[in-house]
């Protein structure tokens, strides 16, 4: 009877995890960079495009 190769086991498990662990981490990424470009897009529409502050009463010259 042929012996179980537990070395080539554990390698496929090791493969799986590692192959899962950097799907999860891609999709993390891309849920992340999806919310921080929403985030900039508002952030920037809210500025002024002078730089200055914005502020509700208009400027006297």
């Known amino acids: 009877m042929a012996k179980t190769n537990f070395q080539y086991e554990k390698r496929q498990k090791e493969l799986e995890k590692k192959k899962k662990k950097e799907e999860k981490l891609k999709r ?34």
């Open 28 to 61: 993390k990424l891309e849920k992340g960079s999806s919310t921080e470009v929403e985030t900039e897009d508002t952030a920037d529409s809210e500025l002024p495009a002078s730089g200055e502050p914005a502020s509700d009463e208009p400027k006297q010259p």
